[in-house]
């Protein structure tokens, strides 16, 4: 029998909160604050004592994410366990800097995998959207069913786990720790929140997004402003670098060899 299961995002740790971020800038001028005020809030299932910080430190930390003054962020770290199938692994594994990614290994795990069942969107025309929101019915049980039976009896004929594999379909369920800095997470959010990244990657970031915000109330606020506005800003330049860029006869005559 196949077994489905759905993506899940677990905030395992934290080290730090907004004070830290605070105390982390003020450090240059031999400066340091407590801060005076906590509220406790469950995020994944652990009480956290949160920080809440005075007018004074939420200004500072505003100027610090709207001037790219990113270090201070640096000092505060978090460590997520995500459950989520192969192919919106591989697409949250393409950002790396100041992450670090530990999954389990079908190489020497052979339990009884889980797997994933998507709604089944239509193509979008642009290609950069990716996917409709109108969706259609249509059944793969079988055909996971079929590749389920395969592994196992692979793996009763003694083959090893690092070939079996081979035959898990692009739903099968992984499973990996995460761990990185609070700025780090809030440019995964930035790129992975907007409506043309895939749905099934974007609910991973929703999850992040949504636990953030409640143990970094000012630094997330602001950092995810910030960074969200410094996206938009580098791809309208770029966009306009493409524009105005004018193009020299040997590509004109690369262009006519194609289409001759």
């Not at 995002?9 to 605070?22: E, I, K, W």
């Not at 004592?49 to 003054?69: P, S, Y």
């Not at 059944?139 to 079988?142: C, D, E, H, K, R």
């Given at each position: 029998m196949v077994k489905y299961a759905d993506q899940e995002?677990?905030?395992?740790?934290?080290?730090?909160?907004?004070?830290?971020?605070?105390n982390a800038a003020r450090v240059s001028f031999g400066k340091r604050k407590e801060c005076e005020c906590y509220e406790t809030d469950t995020v994944g299932g652990k009480d956290y004592?949160?920080?809440?910080?005075?007018?004074?430190?939420?200004?500072?930390?505003?100027?610090?994410?709207?001037?790219?003054?990113w270090t201070p962020f640096g000092h505060v770290s978090v460590q997520f366990h995500i459950k989520t199938p192969f192919f919106v692994a591989r697409q949250l594994g393409k950002h790396q800097v100041g992450l670090v990614w530990n999954e389990i290994s079908r190489r020497y795990v052979d339990s009884?995998?889980?797997?994933?069942?998507?709604?089944?969107?239509?193509?979008?025309?642009?290609k950069k959207q990716g996917s409709l929101d109108e969706t259609i019915e249509y059944?793969?049980?079988?055909f996971v069913q079929s590749c389920l039976v395969e592994y196992r009896q692979m793996l009763a004929k003694d083959i090893a786990p690092e070939l079996a594999r081979v035959v898990l379909p692009q739903n099968t369920m992984?499973?990996?720790?995460?761990s990185g800095s609070l700025y780090a997470f809030a440019r995964i959010c930035s790129?992975?929140?907007p409506k043309d990244a895939q749905k099934e990657t974007r609910e991973i970031a929703q999850m992040i997004d949504e636990q953030l915000g409640r143990l970094f109330p000012a630094s997330w606020k602001a950092l995810t402003k910030s960074v969200k506005e410094g996206i938009q800003k580098s791809e309208e330049s770029i966009n306009e670098r493409v524009v105005n860029e004018p193009r020299s006869d040997s590509r004109e005559t690369t262009k006519r060899q194609r289409t001759s």
């Open positions: 995002c677990t905030l395992l740790d934290r080290m730090g909160d907004d004070q830290t971020v605070a004592n949160i920080a809440v910080v005075n007018k004074t430190d939420q200004r500072l930390i505003n100027f610090l994410a709207r001037e790219g003054h009884e995998p889980e797997f994933y069942y998507p709604e089944w969107r239509l193509r979008a025309k642009n059944g793969i049980t079988p992984t499973e990996f720790y995460w790129l992975r929140l």
